[in-house]
């Protein structure tokens, strides 16, 4: 789920930008720091939206640089168990695929893309042996969330399922929801 959030932070403007504005420089160290900032507290951040209030500067000594206590915004993903969401298939490989799912990629292990056998093609597309429904990467697909792992700060996972009922690629969906009303009308 996206997220704005407020935090409070000491943020560490060095000596060299002191003759700058010090807005500019609060926010140029505020980027610096959240870029690409991962956390199992904060999750995954997007960017800053806005910085809301700048303190007073203190140095520290031994330091020289200055630190404001500053309150700002931030754009945030968090992944949350049992979520559905909308995401594209970025890649497949013999274990499974992985599904961009905001800022960052879920994994699907085959077992998990389709209530079926399941084979990998040589052209990268996975194949249900019954169903014959297919899976091939730019599809876009449901997915839940079913596990979450931050042990690897810098390389976090999150697992996905697809088999339950309306997950699963889009083109699956619609194709069980033109069944569902065809099998109405013949009633």
Not at 10 to 25: A, D, I, L, Q
Not at 81 to 94: A, C, F, R
Not at 143 to 159: C, D, L, M, T
Request: charged share 25%.
């Amino acid at each position: 789920m996206f997220y704005e959030l407020t935090v409070q932070d000491h943020v560490r403007v060095p000596p060299n930008k002191f003759g700058e504005n010090v807005e500019e420089s609060v926010i140029n160290s505020l980027n610096q720091i959240y870029e690409g900032y991962v956390s199992e507290e904060l999750g995954f951040v997007i960017g800053i939206s806005s910085v809301d209030e700048i303190g007073e500067g203190v140095i520290i000594p031994g330091d020289g640089a200055a630190y404001y206590v500053t309150t700002f915004k931030l754009y945030v993903f968090r992944p949350e168990m049992q979520e559905v969401l909308l995401g594209k298939i970025s890649d497949i490989t013999d274990f499974g695929a992985f599904i961009e799912i905001g800022p960052v990629d879920g994994m699907i292990h085959v077992s998990q893309t389709m209530d079926d056998f399941v084979s990998l093609s040589k052209e990268n597309v996975l194949t249900g042996k019954e169903s014959k429904k297919v899976l091939k990467i730019n599809d876009i697909c449901r997915a839940r969330i079913v596990a979450i792992s931050f042990k690897e700060s810098a390389n976090p996972k999150i697992g996905v399922t697809m088999r339950q009922a309306w997950l699963g690629n889009l083109k699956w969906i619609e194709d069980e929801v033109k069944k569902s009303k065809k099998g109405k009308k013949d009633e």
